[in-house]
């Protein structure tokens, strides 16, 4: 069970386009999701908090219109990066949080990851 | 605010030896903490979790680890580990009754034959 997927897995795009990477809770019904960004070999950075229904909280410094957030659904979230530059180039992971039970405080699953390529 | 340190960004050990991966944290108020695993190109598992009660910790794949709160760590170890441990290791934490996870900058753990 809690299962999250990806998709794509894996994205080329032109520098100036837009790439839409969607967030799939498949087995449970997910309140909140989270996007993170990953460089290589380094740590995952928060980017936002997404609950179904409300407007995503951004962390400090990550531009909200550049990454729009979507959570339209309580099984999908989808991020979008509008005007991609090469600088954008990372993996994208996303997580999200199931219901709350007693022992599953703060506890989030991860999908696989996206990897974006702008060229 | 909240950190979480790893004092290892890389940890080569050899394949059946012991192994332990060093996490820190910083906080005024109580957090959970959480150890993550991640093999190349793929997301997150969790490997295992401390909210309260016993300080030692069993986690999936025969790892544990042992929360200390005077010296504030939360150090993961396993006793014997195979190849197919080689992977990036995150050490998370959270504030109690917050959702927001915080990471550290990960061990790359490598076993060696």
């Known amino acids: 069970g809690a299962v999250v997927s990806q998709h794509p897995s894996w994205v080329i795009c032109k520098s100036g386009t837009s790439v839409k990477i969607e967030c799939r809770s498949l087995?449970?019904?997910?309140?909140?999701m989270f996007w993170y960004r990953q460089f290589p070999k380094q740590s995952l950075m928060l980017m936002a908090t997404?609950?179904?229904?409300?407007?995503?909280?951004?962390e400090q410094g990550v531009e909200k219109d550049k990454f729009l957030i979507n959570h339209a659904s309580l099984t999908l979230s989808t991020l979008t990066v509008t005007s991609a530059h090469p600088e954008d180039s990372s993996f994208y992971i996303c997580?999200?949080?199931?219901?709350?039970?007693?022992?599953?405080?703060?506890?989030?699953?991860f999908g696989p990851g996206t990897r974006l390529t702008v060229t | 605010a909240q950190s979480v340190t790893q004092l290892d960004s890389q940890v080569p050990v050899f394949e059946e030896a012991p192994v332990e991966l060093r996490c820190n944290y910083s906080?005024?108020?109580?957090?959970?903490l959480f150890w993550y695993v991640q093999y190349p190109n793929q997301g997150l598992q969790l490997l295992l979790k401390?909210?309260?009660?016993?300080?030692l910790v069993k986690g999936i794949n025969g790892f544990e680890a042992e929360f200390n709160k005077s010296q504030t760590s939360f150090h993961l170890r396993k006793p014997s580990v195979h190849i197919s441990d080689t992977a990036e290791y995150f050490c998370?934490?959270?504030?109690?009754?917050?959702?927001?996870?915080?990471f550290g900058q990960g061990t790359r753990l490598t076993i060696n034959p």
């Open positions: 997580s999200a949080s199931p219901p709350y039970i007693l022992g599953t405080e703060s506890e989030q699953y």
């Open positions: 906080s005024s108020v109580s957090v959970y």
């Open positions: 401390y909210l309260s009660g016993s300080t």
């Open positions: 998370a934490a959270s504030i109690q009754g917050a959702q927001k996870l915080v």
């Open positions: 997404s609950n179904e229904g409300s407007k995503a909280t951004y």
């Open positions: 087995d449970f019904q997910a309140t909140t």
